[in-house]
């Protein structure tokens, strides 16, 4: 009503029509970037002072002002959503969800502790199975699975419980980087970039593989009290309670499920195919499983898409673009710096919807998503705040008594953080 008005006045005023254009313009151009900012704002924060208004809201509240404001029409901004992603790390969380249900990482778990007769042996368990598992199924899903088992596991073996949780946040960031399904920002990176699942994780296996390796040492390196002695470790795993014909169950419907993404089937496709199956099930009831789906992360996604469209459509011209990626972004080094600074900044996942479109009119924009996805993955450790999986092992511990410091996690986070990102670029 109020831009109706305006419009009005300058029309009985004998405005042209192409003044009217021009200031009708600029409005859209102003709107999209106070939304886009001020949206960016509370996500960086976590939420809005004074009203229980946290990142996904946020997401939402400018995806709604972006179609309000005329900046986007509404079938634009469902256009804009990338449901692809949305049904991927749906189909992805399903299946983690019937995996910890059915105690498959309590057997896991028990596992590794039973064979882990020196604090460094258990340290390298832990680094290997938070690295392997979220390779593959999620990181944040991963830690919310393993973070009260490593917690159950140190506190009966009387160990020092934070470079265990250390090296359950730090490899989970690490080993997710080494393919599409590994993290949140990876599936979104390989929707975008149409990169073959193979393909992806040939190029950024090997970096999460030396990463982890890096992890294991620095942390081991920097906690000489609880490492460096001669003790062994005296108390056992306690027995594992699981539902067999679920874990067998979910176990092979993983297993095919990664086939499948190896095969370079649509991973959407078959992640819901393998979502599908598990559902039909008499073992577990259906609104369990729904509770184990990460509802405000999908939601947050389906925000930020409409968001960055609407940032997109009223400022980012090719013309912009082109100059923008001009300031040396096609150098590899800027655009992993660029990437780490702004991951650290706003997170990962709206960091990479930022950078979409200057990727994609890169000279090789197969090679500076594969850098992108690297460099918003790796630093993930730098600080606490650095990945939501960081901040799911901290409030979870917390919940347990187990406080972690900002120096305690940076320590190890910062260094760690500038050689993976550097190994990675060495091989890139």
Not at 127 to 153: K, M, R, W, Y
Not at 155 to 163: F, I
């Amino acid at each position: 009503m109020v831009a109706a008005a305006i419009v009005a006045l300058l029309l009985a005023a004998g405005a042209g029509p192409g003044l009217l254009a021009a200031i009708w313009g600029d409005r859209i151009r102003l709107a999209a970037v106070g939304v886009f900012a001020a949206s960016y704002v509370v996500i960086a924060l976590g939420k809005l002072p004074g009203f229980y208004l946290d990142r996904t809201g946020a997401a939402l509240l400018g995806a709604a002002l972006m179609v309000g404001l005329v900046v986007l029409s509404l079938a634009q901004a469902l256009r804009a959503i990338d449901f692809d992603t949305i049904a991927l790390l749906l189909g992805v969380m399903i299946v983690v969800g019937n995996l910890r249900l059915s105690g498959f990482f309590r057997l896991v778990t028990g596992w590794a502790v039973r064979r882990a007769r020196h604090p460094l042996l258990l340290l390298a368990a832990v680094v290997a199975t938070a690295g392997f598992f979220s390779a593959f199924l999620v990181n944040d899903a991963i830690c919310l699975a393993l973070t009260p088992l490593v917690l159950e596991i140190v506190v009966r073996l009387r160990r020092d419980p934070v470079p265990y949780l250390l090296a359950l946040a730090m490899a989970s960031n690490v080993g997710s980087a080494a393919t599409i399904t590994g993290n949140p920002q990876n599936i979104m990176i390989g929707s975008f970039s149409a990169i073959p699942y193979g393909s992806f994780a040939a190029a950024l296996a090997p970096v999460a593989a030396i990463g982890l390796v890096v992890t294991f040492a620095l942390i081991a390196g920097l906690h000489p009290h609880e490492f460096w002695r001669r003790e062994r470790l005296a108390a056992a795993a306690a027995p594992a309670h699981a539902y067999r014909p679920l874990v067998v169950k979910s176990s092979l419907v993983t297993l095919a499920m990664m086939a499948g993404f190896f095969a370079d089937q649509p991973p959407a496709k078959i992640a819901l195919l393998a979502a599908a199956v598990l559902l039909v099930t008499r073992a577990v009831r259906s609104e369990k499983i729904y509770g184990e789906i990460d509802w405000p992360l999908l939601l947050l996604f389906a925000g930020l898409f409409v968001v960055v469209a609407g940032f997109e459509q009223a400022l980012l011209s090719p013309a912009v673009v082109a100059e923008i990626g001009r300031q040396h972004l096609d150098h590899m080094p800027v655009l992993a710096a660029a990437t780490a600074i702004l991951s650290n900044l706003v997170s990962n996942v709206p960091a990479v919807l930022v950078l979409k479109p200057f990727v994609a009119a890169l000279p090789d924009p197969r090679r500076g998503w594969l850098v992108v996805a690297m460099s918003a993955t790796l630093a993930g450790n730098l600080t606490i705040l650095g990945s939501v999986a960081n901040l799911i092992v901290l409030q979870r511990a917390q919940r347990r008594g187990v406080a972690i410091a900002f120096w305690q996690y940076f320590r190890v986070g910062a260094p760690l953080t500038l050689l993976t990102i550097a190994i990675g670029l060495w091989r890139l």
